[in-house]
């Protein structure tokens, strides 16, 4: 089946084979496969980390770009960092002050 990263992994899950699209760029192809290649059984190999700083609107925006929802607090927002916490939709839901930081309401 001709597909993107997210179907191609959801193929191989059952057993199938997905081809990437070749009217994306070479780049963009990279881009797809990587994803795939770094898929490990449902594990995120490269989370997208978020500082406790980053305000509530900033975290929807990043949300809309990533396609994630939940995502790991750390004290420098980045990947070997201490772990301060997560934040989920849930924990945004019903934030009413959008300029608050996250460590706010996680």
């Known amino acids: 089946t001709v597909t993107e990263a ?3 992994i959801s193929i191989a899950l059952e057993g199938g084979i997905g081809v ?3 009217n994306l760029t070479i780049d963009e192809q990279v ?3 990587m ?7 449902g594990f995120i ?3 997208v980390c978020i500082g406790p700083t980053m305000k509530v609107y900033e975290l929807d ?9 939940g ?3 750390t004290e420098e927002g980045r990947m070997g960092s201490r772990l301060l916490g997560l934040v989920t939709k849930r924990d945004t839901d019903f934030a ?3 300029t608050a930081p996250v460590s706010s309401i996680m």
């Open 71 to 73: 995502f790991p607090v």
């Open 45 to 47: 190999m490269d989370p």
């Open 6 to 8: 997210k179907m191609a």
């Open 20 to 22: 990437i699209h070749t």
């Open 96 to 98: 009413t002050d959008r």
């Open 35 to 41: 994803k795939v290649k770094k898929f490990e059984c």
């Open 31 to 33: 881009r797809e496969v």
């Open 61 to 69: 925006e990043l949300r809309r770009t990533s396609g994630f929802s």
